[in-house]
């Protein structure tokens, strides 16, 4: 659901929201977010990359500048140094989303394919509830059939559905 108030670019960077809200083309986007399954799941990928990888930055809804007008909050971003801006402009090299019981399918791949054209190098989609994890690309979303999901190009990261989904109800 969004706010209907137009706002420029740098009042929503100078501005704090509880929760935090995306912003698409000077609308504030809510999200859904806050169930348990979901930051479970979130806790999990960001535990388990940051135990397996030391060298990389796992971190939870940074703002991300997608396009000019545009900046969403992927679940996870991994990135390889500390941006050099308080939000990051740049792409990560990985974006996660997370489903939630009610979020939209179209919405969720209006993001991921805003990463994409970004230049996010992977992107990957988990839903929690049919505890499937899946990767987009430009030729569209592909299940992960076997029990490891990874990212392409080096550095190369690989979780199991046993971390993501571990201890889900």
């Known amino acids: 659901m969004s706010v209907e108030t137009i706002i420029s ?11 935090d809200m995306e912003y698409v083309d000077g609308i504030l986007v809510e999200r859904n ?11 999990n990928l960001i535990v388990a990359l940051s135990r397996k990888y030391p ?10 500048q997608t396009r000019t007008s545009r900046y969403r909050l992927p679940d996870i971003c991994v ?3 500390p941006p050099k ?13 997370i489903l939630s019981e009610d979020d939209s399918m179209s919405r969720v791949l209006e993001k991921l394919e805003e990463y994409d054209h970004k230049g996010v190098a ?12 899946c990767v987009y ?6 299940v992960v059939r076997g029990d490891v999901i990874a990212t392409a190009g080096d550095p190369r990261l ?11 109800p």
């Open 158 to 168: 690989e979780l199991t559905s046993g971390e993501i989904f571990q201890d889900l």
């Open 9 to 19: 670019v740098q009042e929503y960077l100078s501005t704090s929201y509880d929760p």
């Open 122 to 133: 992977n992107i990957w989609l988990i839903d929690p509830r049919l505890r499937k994890m």
């Open 33 to 43: 977010v806050g169930d348990w399954v979901h930051s479970l799941v979130q806790r």
């Open 55 to 64: 060298g990389i930055l796992a971190v939870p809804e940074l703002r991300s």
């Open 79 to 81: 990135l390889l140094a």
């Open 85 to 97: 801006t308080k939000y990051l402009l740049d792409a990560a090299f990985l974006a996660v989303e």
């Open 137 to 142: 690309s430009r030729s569209g979303l592909d």
